[in-house]
């Protein structure tokens, strides 16, 4: 049971990534799924939200820059990013919730620099 995170990097301001979280060892499709990031001396903080069927939600800051998307066949959770700026630099983490334990991806680094 496990998610990995891919697609972050170095990208310079306005730029775009997107990241993926793959997933595997569970039944994807059933489980609502979120993206979460922290900072450099920050506590982590709640990205967005997808649920089986698709309906989302996102970060007020990141709305209209980001979007969460999921396909349910690849077993695998998207994070389009947009307009991207320094304040996003941060480790990506995907995060599947289960009912006892929630299960969260090793991250990955997005750093938005020039």
């Known amino acids: 049971v496990q998610l990995v995170e891919s697609g972050g990097g170095l990208v310079q301001p306005g730029g775009s990534l997107r990241l993926s979280c793959a997933a595997s060892?569970?039944?994807?499709?059933?489980?609502?799924m979120m993206w979460h990031r922290q900072a450099p001396g920050k506590e982590r903080e709640w990205v967005a939200t997808?649920?089986?069927?698709?309906?989302?939600n996102t970060l007020d800051s990141v709305k209209g820059r980001f979007t969460i998307s999921r396909d349910n066949d690849l077993n695998t959770m998207y994070l389009q990013m947009n307009s991207l700026k320094p304040e996003d630099t941060a480790v990506y983490y995907c995060?599947?919730?289960?009912?006892?334990?929630?299960?969260w991806g090793q991250g990955t680094q997005v750093t938005v620099s020039s």
């Open positions: 995060q599947a919730i289960m009912p006892l334990n929630p299960l």
């Open positions: 997808i649920n089986s069927f698709g309906g989302s």
């Open positions: 060892g569970f039944t994807f499709r059933n489980y609502v």
